[in-house]
């Protein structure tokens, strides 16, 4: 492999914030105590880091290892592992529209629809130009019977229509 | 009750008898409602009297897999050697399925009593609930209910910790929730070992579904023999299952009967039947894992480990997918195929390759592209994908599409021959 083949990242001009300064390290070392091994509060860091600044980085994995006594490359394949991390910003609000089958026989697809034009994102995955909503499809939210579900950011919306979707859209600031 | 509806008279209500009573959810509440009795009651016996009891109450996994649970307790080691762990099953992701989402919203300390009359049978001093990532409300109710009993001192030396998934339906698989737990990929392991030998880090371990564990308390204070008696056909399958039921019925919601139950009334008079003018087509009885039925199978089968196997599926996690002549079971069988694409974790090539070459052959035939011999490709491929892999999530990719094919293959033909006007596949 060439060496020239991923120059890495020239080195951005603001240092790096560090997530884990004292009040977080704090309620990480409540979660360390849960469990037998350090590896184990992967899972429930990365939830933290995602709180507190909405997404994962690449420089955030890396402080993750070095915290936890991992490698970057392992956190990473963690990571990637899961599809609740962002490794990308995503907007300030961030929406889950189950499609799955039984969903999707109950209209889901046109409450996408109604969510792409409401919040303005237009196109899943997206996000919307005042960066505001990030609209996305997913597997099975396991609220069938409450078809169709929408997660707003930690918000479980049941039974959502596409009638429901303008007023659902409007009440996040 | 047939949450969010009315109960009906012909359901036997255990596991939902407070659903929709929010003070059911407060500690004091739940004491007040007889709550936490169970316990103390476990707690006075040997751990070893308790397994008998579940044993003989003939009570089974849940989950999906229906395995007794009293014989997968008695499985851990009986002399302690090693720190016993007790991990309970909240990842609640199989299409299909949301009952377990009800038991934690409504009655979360039914699982925390359940969870610590668990952890006594087996002696486990640590207990992890794993609930999924999506579960917002149920993680922020359980926590609640964790700290409140916690603070009551009713868990005695017993710890009892939630974890929160991130999104991976394998990770309901046990031993991809247990690698999860560990905080690595969820990956499924080769069994053996089992995980009462070694389960997570390393040591002996029990598995139990929510719906499981909530149901002990009961078998604890009425007695194995009453609970023994809650069954309306095969001796095999006891107890109270709670059946979740979506699609196109009028009422859909969660439901509580007695094994055993027919599933054409559950379908047809306590979720109301189907829409005016419609007819069930098919229906799905056990969560997308499981073999699709048609009409007549649907009507005639009845709602035990047995009874559906007898018609050709499994009972698996009692979720209840229902499909009326209006549905298009070749675009739906794609559905539940990308799905499984979706959600392999990679590890074993007839999975990897299978979910995902499945998913594109049937995007295809919708599209109008198929070819006759397509239908034999995805059944062969199908073969493959079925117990050749670490854990089931492949065959539960294959269960239906070859269920589909057997009893809807006209649709499939239509396709193919240019009959049905192609579906663009988004």
């Known amino acids: ?173 | 009750m047939g949450f969010p509806h009315k109960p009906h008279p012909k359901e036997t209500v255990l596991l939902s008898r407070y659903f929709g009573e929010a003070d059911a959810r407060n500690y004091k509440g739940w004491v007040k409602r007889g709550g936490y009795a169970a316990l103390e009651q476990a707690r006075a016996m040997e751990p070893a009297r308790v397994v008998d009891i579940v044993k003989d109450s003939g009570l089974r996994g849940r989950g999906g897999a229906g395995f007794p649970t009293g014989l997968k307790w008695s499985f851990m080691p009986k002399e302690k050697k090693k720190p016993h762990y007790l991990c309970v099953n909240a990842d609640e992701s199989e299409p299909g399925t949301f009952k377990d989402r009800e038991i934690m919203r409504w009655t979360p300390h039914a699982l925390l009593e359940g969870t610590a009359i668990a952890a006594h049978a087996i002696q486990a001093e640590v207990a992890y609930i794993y609930i999924r990532g999506e579960f917002t409300e149920p993680l922020a109710i359980m926590d609640k209910a964790l700290t409140d009993a916690r603070s009551a001192g009713v868990f005695g030396k017993l710890k009892i910790h939630l974890h929160r998934g991130a999104g991976a339906y394998i990770c309901g698989e046990e031993t991809a929730l247990m690698s999860s737990i560990e905080g690595k990929r969820g990956n499924p392991r080769i069994k053996p070992p089992f995980p009462a030998a070694a389960g997570v880090f390393g040591m002996p371990t029990t598995i139990n579904n929510v719906e499981t564990l909530a149901a002990v308390p009961h078998i604890l204070t009425k007695g194995a023999v009453w609970y023994k008696g809650l069954s309306l056909s095969s001796p095999k399958s006891t107890g109270t299952k709670l059946f979740s039921v979506c699609g196109h019925v009028q009422q859909p919601g969660n439901y509580e009967v007695t094994l055993g139950f027919p599933l054409k009334d559950l379908v047809y008079e306590l979720c109301g039947g189907m829409r005016p003018g419609r007819t069930l087509k098919a229906c799905i009885p056990g969560g997308s894992s499981v073999p699709i039925l048609d009409r007549a199978e649907t009507e005639s089968c009845l709602l035990d480990y047995e009874g559906v196997v007898e018609r050709g599926s499994m009972l698996g996690s009692g979720g209840v997918i229902v499909f009326d002549d209006s549905t298009d079971m070749v675009y739906q069988i794609m559905r539940l195929a990308r799905f499984y694409a979706h959600e392999s974790c990679a590890q074993c090539t007839q999975c990897r390759e299978g979910t995902a070459w499945t998913t594109k052959i049937l995007e295809r035939i919708l599209a109008g592209q198929g070819k006759t011999a397509d239908l034999d490709l995805l059944l062969d491929l199908s073969e493959n994908m079925t117990g050749k892999t670490i854990c089931v999530l492949s065959d539960s990719c294959a269960a239906p599409v070859v269920s589909g094919i057997k009893k809807f293959r006209s649709e499939f033909e239509d396709y193919i021959a240019g009959r049905r006007k192609p579906v663009m596949v988004a």
């Not at chain 1, 507190?52 to 993750?64: K, P």
């Not at chain 1, 300030?92 to 046109?110: D, Y």
């Not at chain 1, 409401?118 to 005042?130: F, I, M, N, R, V």
């Not at chain 1, 959502?160 to 009440?171: A, N």
Request: include cysteine; hydrophobic fraction near 40%.
């Open chain 1, 1 to 173: 492999m060439s060496v020239g083949a991923h120059p890495s990242q020239p080195a951005g001009t603001e240092e790096y914030q560090p997530v884990f300064t004292e009040q977080m390290l704090e309620q990480l070392n409540e979660i360390l105590a849960r469990y037998p091994t350090r590896q184990a509060a992967l899972l429930p860091a990365l939830w933290l880091v995602q709180r507190a600044r909405g997404w994962i980085s690449d420089r955030n994995m890396a402080e993750v290892a070095e915290v936890l006594g991992l490698t970057p490359a392992y956190v990473k394949g963690v990571v990637t592992f899961y599809t609740m991390y962002h490794q990308h910003p995503v907007g300030r609000h961030f929406v889950q529209v189950c499609t799955t089958s039984p969903c999707n026989i109950c209209g889901a697809e046109a409450v996408v629809q109604a969510l792409l034009e409401a919040t303005g994102a237009k196109e899943l995955g997206a996000t919307s130009p005042d960066g505001k909503w990030t609209v996305i499809e997913v597997e099975c939210l396991g609220a069938c019977g409450f078809a169709t579900p929408v997660l707003v950011d930690d918000d479980f919306i049941e039974s959502v229509t596409p009638d429901r979707v303008p007023e659902l859209v409007r009440k996040y600031k």
